[in-house]
Nanobody, 125 residues
Framework: QVQLVESGGGLVQAGGSLRLSCVAS????????MGWFRQAPGKEREFVAA????????YYAHSVKGRCTISRDNAKNTVDLQIGSLKTEDTAVYYC??????????????????WGKGTQVTVSS
């Protein structure tokens, strides 16, 4: 029932920054914890970051901790992912995800109720 649409992906040079955005519709956005996942070619999808329903708590994968900020605006039904100091290893399709509780989004279980279609991020050296 919930639809998620990502935007903001593109080509960026290593060392730069990028802001991804996800807008939700078709459900009560404030009732869902939100997260970001990514999948590089030939690799499994991996968890990146998550944020609680009210935005008072966040959790990051070790690979992006210190370079990444997840935020949400419940009035706009959006969740953003700011990534800095981009590396070529960050190249992937980034997916927005929703779940009832933030703990469900965390690895290793990563139980997701709704997925976005993804947005491509390509980091060049």
């Amino acid at each position: 029932q919930v639809q998620l649409v990502e935007s903001g992906g593109g080509l960026v040079q290593a060392g730069g920054s990028l802001r991804l955005s996800c807008v939700a519709s078709g459900g009560s956005f404030s009732n869902y914890a939100m997260g970001w996942f990514r999948q590089a070619p030939g690799k499994e999808r991996e968890f990146v970051a998550a944020i609680r329903t009210n935005g008072d708590s966040t959790y990051y994968a070790h690979s992006v901790k210190g370079r990444c900020t997840i935020s949400r605006d419940n009035a706009k039904n959006t969740v953003d992912l700011q990534i800095g100091s981009l590396k070529t290893e960050d190249t992937a399709v980034y997916y927005c995800a929703a779940s009832t509780r933030m703990i469900q989004l965390l690895p290793p279980s990563s139980v997701v109720d709704f997925w976005g279609k993804g947005t491509q991020v390509t980091v060049s050296s």
